[in-house]
Structures are given as C-alpha cells and as structure tokens.
C-alpha cells in the first residue's frame, strides 16, 4: 500500500512563492517517477510536473514553466515543488502522484496523494 501525504499548501499573494512537499512511504520511492498535478474547480485536473527516479530529468506544463521548480530527495522519499511568481490562475488544489514513466496523463499514475490548496490572491 503507497500513501502520499502532501503540506505546504496556503494562501499567498500573486508574485510570491511556496513550497509544497510530498512525503512517501510504502513503496520503493527511489525507482518512481513522481508528479504534481492540480485541479481548479469546475475544471479538469491538469499535469503540473514530474521528475524521473533520479531527480535528473523534469518535465513541466507550459503555464509553469520557468516559474516552478519539481524535485526530489530519495534519502528522505519526498518530492517538492518549489512555486514562484504565482498567479491567481495557480489557484487549485494540488495532488502528487506516483507512476512507473513520465507522462501528462492523469490516469497512467498509480497513486495519489489527498491533495493540498493553493489559494493565490490578486
């Protein structure tokens, strides 16, 4: 059984920054692909970004580009993703998941974790 438990999520202001983290446990973290993915209401939920089980490839959503950074520390089986220059638009509740490659499809992650709110005011 794979349990996901996201924090960092809160309420900032548009141009400021967070970090979110995702603590793993229950499976070899270290081989996985992980991702973040969020979800705005009434809408669909979007890929953000992934970062391979080394941490040496990344993958991001043009509407972050430039602006997030993922990352991991296998040592610790947590993922992070570093969030600056937020927009309202990066409002959502933001999931991290875990998968066997990196892809943009929601479905192809095999768990995920309960999800954290990002709220960025304009």
Do not use: H
């Not at 924090?7 to 692909?33: D, I, M, P, Y």
């Not at 953000?48 to 990352?71: E, L, P």
């Not at 992070?80 to 943009?104: R, W």
């Amino acid at each position: 059984q794979v349990q996901l438990v996201e924090s960092g999520g809160g309420l900032v202001q548009a141009g400021g920054s967070l970090r979110l983290a995702c603590a793993a446990s229950g499976r070899t973290f270290s081989s996985s692909a992980m991702a973040w993915f969020r979800q705005a209401p009434w809408k669909e939920r979007e890929f953000v970004a992934a970062v391979n089980w080394s941490g040496d490839f990344t993958y991001y959503a043009d509407a972050v580009k430039g602006r997030f950074t993922i990352s991991r520390d296998n040592a610790k089986n947590t993922v992070y993703l570093q969030m600056s220059s937020l927009k309202p638009e990066d409002t959502a509740v933001y999931y991290c998941a875990v998968g066997d490659v990196i892809v943009k499809v929601a479905a192809r992650y095999l768990y995920w974790g309960q999800g954290t709110q990002v709220t960025v005011s304009s």
